[in-house]
């Protein structure tokens, strides 16, 4: 079932982004230099990202539920995922 809420996410994304987002995709990555030392996270997964003029500014992860989103999804994406973005170099969205 992830696939398929992902990329609705993905097309939601692109059918209603506002301010010239130009690029969306999803983004994989080796987790954050500090997590991939202590071993506590290999990998980092984010499920839709937009950019514009090679940067991004839109992240997002779908969850399919019909509970309300729980504050861990942000945190996760604060603390995990946005910092593994930040240290890829090449930050490149791969578009789906």
Known sequence: MSPSIEAWCLQWLRTNSAGGVTKFGNWWGNAADAFRRTKERPS???????????KVVVVAEA?????????TIIDDLETYKIPALRE??????RPT
């Open 44 to 54: 980092e997964e984010i499920d839709a990202v937009g950019s514009l003029r090679n």
């Open 63 to 71: 969850k399919w539920t019909t509970a309300p989103m729980s504050p």
């Open 88 to 93: 890829d170099l090449k930050v490149a969205v």
